[in-house]
């Protein structure tokens, strides 16, 4: 069993006892206990159950590498799948549960897969796809999708605050062990301005754990001077809880900051994302041991040599009473020495190689503790638990020579490099042959805008494991940072770490060599996903020759982990399997982040009313007040409508119509673009950039006008009223302005630089309001201050003038078919001229109207509208707005686009009104059926509908629609297909189904 | 996310402060030219592994467009020049040849 040993224990405090529930159960621990440490000094050893054969699971590792001890923590509104416990620091009260078991973590009904496991095998996925079909859908979809996903998903209501952070330093040292602090040392020293950052809550690493001397004290005597000495700098930054989870273009590195995890409720964010740049990164992100692939290495109580060590030494755990260490290198002796002292029991220290005669080795035979050499595991006994192991040559085929008594594993297959954040930016890698791992590759390292290296990798991160080496190349590191920013070398000298020579390790794979099927198929390289040796083989044999695809076929280091243990085992297996050379068959590629950062954090503060911020007219509150039911145009709200009483929305569109047509509506027109373009040359830019004639157009007139880009395609339309000669204000649609604006911008600077035009975006300068029906002059002649008669003011003219006290330029133009003003006034008197219109409008029996009856009274009148009879392919032929392109003009901005063969096309379909048989309303985007089939056994089509409506003024559906050379089939009837299958039937009409001379807008 | 220094208002700043624009130093054909001038100007466009010239606007800044030259593949910025030029100014082709000797992109070397 798992106990806490009575004395020890660095990192915790036995004065703080803190109390926690997992599953429910009430346990206790320490402050400065990680959470998987907590649960073994409760002797709970099983953490988990695997995702895939449902296996129980104990912890294998101390660190962010751990694959097994995934937990739900927290409640209600703040729980959170999938969180490490051996990175969750314990806090009173915490609360956990185990994941993906039913009914509990202890008896679980999933782990029949377990018996089952020879049908799943590596991509048991994939070939569910192929045969028989009706399988798939009835048999094993249900399954699949039954099964999917680790954890349950969060509920709403994330009470925390979560917040983004951008920082600019010189050099960023990302890991806080002892090469960490000694880059930021040297890098400090020559006078750059450093951040350090520290994934965990402590400093130091592993150092104080593997009993480092540096400058002849204990590492965690150094540690504490160095960090002091760093604090006491005012250029450099130290930051623990943070981690560097992704490196990116030109020294862009993103960090997330676990502000509040082990205080959940107190003051400030929960987590912090840190946006920073950067001039150069050091990577001193240390090294994660690699586990030894034999037979039930996945029982819980087999753990990394390296982790066992942590738990005992920083924790005062032991994780059983008997450990046998198996190893292929000198490191794992050190676990032998922290058990021994802490008087726990090493049954034996099992070692791969042949000899093993280095110092570590002497010293752990002399402490009286077995050594066998040339020796593997052949299995783990045990089924929930280890109960013992089974020895075997290395060399061999897995021949039992003894068995061993024990419920602890502690293995090592040596170390990799943490290289991912060197990788994420395009950082190549260099297999190490001696040390059998990846390392960086410093000659291609990521580089940034000026073509230099931006990342340099540190320490043990850089493939240098012992100490003394680490500190070496970290302090060189530090300094060539700073230099390479123009800081003059400083003090760059590197504490001096006592050297213990290590002996080579020797690359084991597999364990025994010539394992069999029967012990491969229990060698466990991924345990979150279930990948076994077996697995990777069988993808191998089946002709997979890629790693990224055997990755992908057997889920091996797909997991939440993303392979942090399982990768270079994989490969080595891969390779093995494919007869060739592991830096043949490389790595697959390292992605961000380093660790799963929270989605919360990366939304920041960009939740709820911030998401995206909200566009206001200086009517809203108005709207707000008055019943509106918006819709998002833009980043705009409009009312949709304004419901009254007990009305519903198709109700209240009708009122507001038909009463616009017969007194007078009011509309909140101020989201409309309003472009001023101004110069000599803005008549002839404004020629290129409409299809019209606007260099004709007289001041004090207003003239309809299209824009199309180069392809000949609409993309704005708008009235343009001439101001001056040299001045010209150009509407644009809601949604418009901006990209308008930037689409002329873009041809001012880069195409016709030397034209004096400028254009300036008054949008949100003025307020617009829409008077229109056939009681809106005399609602205008009441309020007074200007002449609006038809004589001074004519349709399609505008006038400066005072309306009601207000300065305002009236435009007679008309969206509707109705008399119409729209009336600019600066955005701070818009809601005072709204509230006057609608006081003394009322004996003219004013009402607001909102966007759906703007679009059916533009509809009733065959108006086309940006986005809906366009879709980015039309151009203004296929709209039968010839009228408005200009046939004088040698150029504009389209034209030639417009002369292409297949825009001269008579077969294109064109634009006309539909007129229901039966007066129903079309399906928007309705297909006109036409007969015959195409090659894929679909219906032909003839047209499709653009625009329907109910019109309250003719008292039935009307639409418009492209349709094949529409406008030379008036009369004939068209089918169209509902979704349902069934057809209904139109026919062509003009699309003008209202006022067809336009009598009634020109009074 | 690169960084890219605008050349009007001199500030270096985030991808985010930018927006691409495709392609730069295209000559604009309209009515009269041939189908094959007119298709060239639409649709080919250079797609090199290496050094490009690049339209930009410094969007959220001085909203002024200007032309980057860059390394696709290794994002190394050569320079960024105002955009009312009609081809790469020596400055920055002398730029360029001393980091890629011998480079070629359309007519410019």
């Known amino acids: 069993m798992s106990t806490r040993l009575q004395t020890g224990g660095r990192l915790i405090d036995r004065n703080q006892r803190l109390s926690f529930t997992f599953n429910g159960t009430p346990m206790t621990g320490f402050a400065g206990d990680t959470l998987a440490a907590a649960l073994l000094g409760n002797d709970q050893m099983l953490m988990g159950r695997s995702f895939k054969y449902h296996r129980p699971r104990g912890v294998v590792a101390a660190g962010p590498e751990e694959p097994n001890a995934l937990v739900g923590l927290g409640q209600g509104p703040r729980f959170e799948p999938n969180q490490r416990a051996t990175t969750t620091e314990l806090f009173d009260g915490l609360s956990a549960i185990s994941q993906n078991h039913w009914p509990s973590l202890n008896f679980d009904i999933g782990a029949v897969n377990n018996h089952l496991s020879k049908f799943f095998p590596a991509g048991f996925y994939y070939k569910t796809f192929m045969y028989p079909r009706a399988a798939w859908k009835h048999l094993f979809e249900p399954i699949v999708r039954h099964s999917a996903g680790l954890g349950k998903v969060t509920q709403p209501g994330d009470p925390d605050r979560y917040e983004h952070f951008y920082a600019f330093y010189d050099v960023v040292v990302i890991g806080g062990g002892v090469a960490g602090l000694q880059a930021a040392l040297a890098a400090g020293h020559a006078g750059a301005k450093v951040l350090v950052m520290e994934q965990s809550a402590h400093w130091g690493g592993r150092a104080p754990v593997d009993g480092v001397e540096i400058d002849g004290k204990p590492a965690e005597d150094w540690v504490s001077a160095t960090l002091q000495a760093l604090e006491d700098m005012e250029n450099v930054t130290l930051r623990s809880r943070l981690m560097g989870a992704g490196v990116y273009d030109h020294g862009y590195l993103l960090a997330y900051e676990r502000v509040s995890d082990h205080r959940p409720g107190t003051a400030g964010p929960r987590h912090r994302l840190w946006r920073i740049r950067a001039g150069r990164i050091i990577t001193a992100t240390g090294a994660i041991e690699r586990p030894l692939s034999f037979a039930g290495n996945d029982l819980p109580g087999v753990m990394l040599a390296s982790a066992v060590r942590d738990y005992v030494v920083n924790w005062a755990i032991s994780p059983g009473d008997r450990t046998v260490i198996v190893t292929n290198n000198d490191d794992a002796y050190r676990t032998a020495l922290a058990l021994q002292m802490a008087g726990l029991i090493v049954a034996a220290v099992i070692d791969a190689r042949p000899t093993a005669t280095g110092a570590l080795p002497q010293a752990v035979r002399d402490a009286g503790i077995r050594v066998e050499t040339g020796r593997g595991i052949a299995k783990v006994k045990g089924r929930a638990r280890v109960e013992g192991v089974a020895l075997c040559a290395q060399a061999g085929e897995g021949a039992v020579l003894e068995e061993i008594p024990c419920d602890v594993v502690a293995m090592s297959g040596g170390w990799s490099p943490v290289v991912h954040l060197w990788s994420h930016c395009g950082g190549k890698l260099t297999w190490d042959a001696a040390q059998a791992h990846f390392r960086p590759d410093p000659d291609r390292a990521p580089a940034d805008q000026d073509g230099a290296p931006f990342v340099i990798a540190a320490g043990a991160a850089n493939g240098h494991l012992q100490a003394a080496d680490t500190l070496r190349d970290a302090a060189a590191a530090g300094q060539n940072a700073a230099v390479a920013l123009g800081r003059d070398p400083a003090d760059g000298t590197a504490a001096r770490a006592n050297a213990v020579a290590e002996e080579p390790l020797l690359p084991v794979w597999i364990m025994p060599q010539g394992a069999g099927p029967d012990l491969r198929s229990k060698m466990w390289l991924d345990y979150q996903n279930d990948v076994k040796v077996s697995d990777v083989q069988l993808a191998a044999r089946e002709g997979y020759e890629s790693v990224e695809h055997t990755k992908r076929y057997t889920t091996l280091g797909m997991a939440t982990d993303q392979g942090k243990l399982s990768n270079i085992n994989g490969l080595a297996v891969l390779s093995d399997a494919l007869g060739s050379d592991i830096p043949q068959v490389g790595t697959t590629t390292f992605r961000p982040p380093y660790t799963p950062i929270s989605m919360a954090a990366i939304a920041g503060e960009a939740r709820g009313d911030t998401f995206l911020p909200l566009r206001r007219t200086p009517m809203q509150d108005w709207h707000d007040a008055n019943g509106a039911d918006f819709e998002p145009v833009g980043h705009w709200q409009r009312p949709y409508t304004f419901r009254r009483g007990g009305e519903d929305r198709a109700a209240a569109v009708k009122r507001e119509i038909t009463n616009t047509r017969t007194n007078v509506g009011l509309l909140d027109a101020s989201t409309l673009g309003k472009l001023v373009v101004k110069g000599p040359d803005a008549g002839k830019f404004l020629d290129m950039m409409y299809t019209n004639m606007m260099s004709t157009l007289k001041p004090g007139r207003c003239r309809y006008g299209l824009m199309c880009d180069e392809n000949g395609f609409l993309i704005d339309d708008g009235v343009v009223a001439r101001l001056d000669d040299d001045t010209f204000l150009c509407h644009t649609t809601t949604g418009g302005a901006d990209r308008i604006h930037a689409h002329m911008e873009d041809w001012l600077q880069c195409e016709w630089w030397d034209w004096q035009v400028y254009v300036a975006n008054l949008t949100e300068q003025y307020a617009q309001i829409a008077v229109v029906g056939p009681k809106a002059r005399a609602l205008l002649e009441n309020l007074g201050g200007m002449d609006v008669s038809a004589e001074a003011l004519p349709f399609m003219g505008w006038a400066d003038g005072t309306l009601a006290g207000h300065p305002v330029r009236i435009y007679r133009i008309s969206f509707s078919g109705e008399l119409s003003y729209e009336i600019a006034v600066p955005a701070g008197q818009g809601r005072a001229l709204w509230d006057t219109l609608l006081a003394v409008g009322t004996q003219f029996g004013i009402m607001p109207y909102g966007t759906e009856a703007l679009h059916v009274m533009r509809a009733e009148k065959g108006f086309i509208m940006i986005g809906d009879e366009t879709d980015g392919t039309i151009i203004p032929q296929d709209l039968g707005l010839d009228w408005a392109i200009s046939k004088k003009k040698d150029d504009y901005l389209g034209k030639r686009g417009q002369a292409r063969s297949h825009m001269t096309d008579p077969d294109r379909w064109k634009l006309v009104g539909l007129e229901t048989l039966d007066g129903g309303v079309l399906p928007d985007g309705a297909y006109a059926v036409a007969p015959g089939s195409n090659a894929n056994g679909q219906r032909k089509t003839q047209g499709r509908v653009t625009s329907t409506y109910y019109s309250p003024t003719l008292g039935r559906g009307i639409a418009m629609g492209l349709v094949h050379k529409g406008p030379d089939r008036m009369g004939e009837e068209l089918e169209f297909a509902r979704t349902d299958g069934t057809m209904m039937r139109a026919r062509i009409v003009d699309p003008v189904f209202y006022d067809k001379d336009g009598e009634k807008q020109n009074v | ?109």
């Not at chain 2, 002024?64 to 030029?85: C, E, H, M, N, S």
Request: net charge neutral; aromatic share 14%.
């Open chain 2, 1 to 109: 996310m690169l960084i890219l220094t605008c050349p009007y208002c001199g500030v270096s700043g985030e991808e985010t402060e930018f927006h691409g624009g495709g392609e730069a130093h295209l000559k604009r054909f309209g009515p009269g030219a041939s189908e094959a001038d007119f298709e060239s100007y639409l649709f080919h466009r250079e797609n090199p592994k290496g050094v490009h010239f690049e339209r930009w606007r410094h969007v959220n800044g001085c909203g002024k467009w200007f032309i980057a030259a860059r390394d696709t593949a290794t994002l190394q910025v050569f320079g960024t020049y105002p955009a009312q030029t009609t081809e790469p100014p020596q400055e920055i082709r002398d730029k360029i040849t001393a980091a890629r000797p011998g480079w070629r992109w359309r007519d410019f070397a």
